[in-house]
């Protein structure tokens, strides 16, 4: 089975370095979508309903949080599976965005294998290398 994944994060590097990840991690996907904040991400979740969300906490426009609030308040799209990659890690953090329906936290920087784990966890992939 093949993923729709979409990567929101405001630093273009950053995008490309999840995306390349992702490729090295042996995940097959039928495409890579990506966007500079939160509001972009909407529309494009809304168009594209990906399989899952890799999203930033801290960008312009509307950042993690509040895009993540709006996903959940959207019934055509309060299914998407979000993961958060961030450079915040303390425990209450994390526990707050699980409280707003996020499934996965990784912290910045990431493994390959983080990725990957993270990428088996929420979708349930198999086949990860």
């Not at 929101?8 to 992702?22: E, N």
């Amino acid at each position: 089975m093949s993923y729709s994944i979409l990567i929101v994060d405001d630093s273009a590097t950053t995008r490309a370095i999840i995306k390349r990840t992702i490729q090295m991690c042996g995940v097959e996907t039928r495409a890579v979508l990506e966007a500079p904040d939160g509001q972009k991400a909407l529309d494009i979740i809304r168009a594209h309903k990906p399989d899952l969300v890799f999203m930033d906490i801290n960008m312009p426009n509307m950042n993690g949080i509040d895009t993540t609030r709006a996903i959940r308040a959207e019934p055509a799209i309060a299914k998407t599976r979000v993961v958060i990659v961030s450079s915040e890690s303390t425990a209450s953090r994390q526990s707050q965005l699980r409280n707003e329906g996020v499934e996965g936290y990784i912290t910045k920087p990431f493994t390959p294998e983080r990725i990957r784990d993270v990428i088996s966890s929420v979708l349930g992939v198999a086949n990860a290398a």
